[in-house]
């Protein structure tokens, strides 16, 4: 069992003000909305605090495991790292997590941090999650339509079946009043600010240069003003290849530990960016730095002001990456990366004039992602009436007729809207409907193997993008077959291809 009295005991962080607060609520099943920015400390020490409390019985006969959910793979990783060092147990036994391709959990896990796409499908196997006691939904003003869904099958679940289930919402950004609104009986919460202040530092003017340039003639200012790692956010992985090679090509790059830092790297690699270090560190990253993610030491942050934002392709009916500017709230979320640990500053590669025209926050995902991938999921759950489920932002009702027009083209749901039995396939796999009808198909032609790697380089990172070479899809799996030794050939032809893409 878990001791609960390790380091985090002497830990004191801005919310630790308003733990008694969120426990006298929580012990009552009142739903919490906590509003805390980035160094207050809710993600260390709310979970603990929970868990100590729990032990103790001290929560009104709380009982069942603690779930502690995270946007991403790598903060929901870091996240657990971090409780099991202040609780001073080791990881994967009384706390653990567990994200798309890794576990670290056993019998004795009470507290686990977990992934928003891994706790929906654990509605699959838990449709009441009868196992579980309390529930944290961190980082909700990102908005997902992962994390809507499981805000909203919460709130059904809470109120049809299991009024004593335990809720906590948690935000850096967000206003709290609308999530207090659709909850209805919840308790605001709103802790100080970050533990150190932040001063940022904007730009005179918007050059019409690249970003490695800009980023460059900043960067010798950020390493003098702290003496700190630096942190830079850029939009991408080809942004982050060309600054490493700029910055190992200049005159100060000898002194330092260049690191890049993005969620296709293994977890391995990953914990090596994040470890504490005697070298000082310039780390290129994407915006999987931006929350929940502690990098011990970062006291410089150098922001782009861009990302990639999920949306829908017309052309291919998918998911793609787009570069936009990102919300001030983006910004104030990347600013307090440099003042985790002492005071810091913040380089913004925009003027102050132009912040104030930003949007003031990031749309909610569900107003422009593919609807599709979120219909068929809770189709899976027995939900035909998509818009009588409980959202705190519905989808359009045009979104909702164009995914069960998909959905029904491609055999995965009737006219009334129940699940078929290929819709059940389907559903079991964690892509896009129309790649996971995709692969069925082509396990009934009997060459799955080529076609999930098709559905690797049509869903992921493209390892063959170049501004040079333009290479059809038939190359690239040819080329990322024979990169596989072993593997084998299932002798999938360009006719096969096309007609399966065609699905």
Known sequence: MASCNGAWACVSLPVSKCLDEIMEAVGRSTPVVLKAPPGAGKTTLVPLEILKRQLAGQLNDASGEILLIQPRRLAARSAASRLSQLNSTRLGCEIGYHVRFDRRTSAQTMLTVMTTGMFLRQFSADPLLEQVGVIILDEFHERSLEMDLALGMLQRIRCELRPEL???????????????????????????????????????????????????????????????????????????????????????????????LYGDLSPDQQDSVIAESAHRKVILATNVAETSVTIPGVTSVIDSGIARVMRTSPSAGLPVLRIEPISQASADQRAGRAGRSSPGVCYRLWPAAAHRSRRVADSPEIERADFAGAA???????????????????????????????LILLGAINSSGKLTAMGNRMA???????????????????????????????????????????????????????????????????????SIKRV
């Open 166 to 260: 335990r809720i906590v919402v948690m935000s850096a950004t967000i206003a709290p009043e609308p999530i207090l609104r659709f909850l209805g009986d919840a308790v605001g919460i709103e802790s100080e600010g970050r533990e150190y202040p932040v001063d940022v530092v904007y730009s005179a003017a918007i050059e019409a240069v690249p970003i490695d340039v800009r980023v460059l003639r900043v960067l010798p200012e950020a390493l003098k003003s702290t003496e700190g790692h630096v942190l830079v956010f850029l939009p991408g992985v080809g942004e982050i290849k060309r600054l490493h090679r700029a910055i190992s090509s200049g005159d100060f790059s000898s002194q330092l530990e260049i690191c890049e």
């Open 376 to 406: 068929l999921m809770l189709a899976s759950w027995g939900e035909t009436d998509v818009l009588s489920f409980p959202w705190m932002t519905p989808p359009t009702s045009e979104a909702v007729e164009r995914a069960n027009r998909l």
């Open 428 to 498: 079991a796999l964690p892509v896009h409907p129309r790649i996971s009808r995709f692969l069925a198909k082509a396990k009934e032609c009997g060459c799955l193997a080529d076609a999930s790697m098709l559905a690797a380089l049509l869903t992921e990172r493209d390892p063959f993008a170049s501004n040079v070479e333009q290479v059809d899809l038939f190359e690239k799996l040819r080329r990322l077959r024979n990169s596989f030794s072993g593997l084998g050939s299932s002798n999938l032809s360009r006719h096969t291809v096309e």
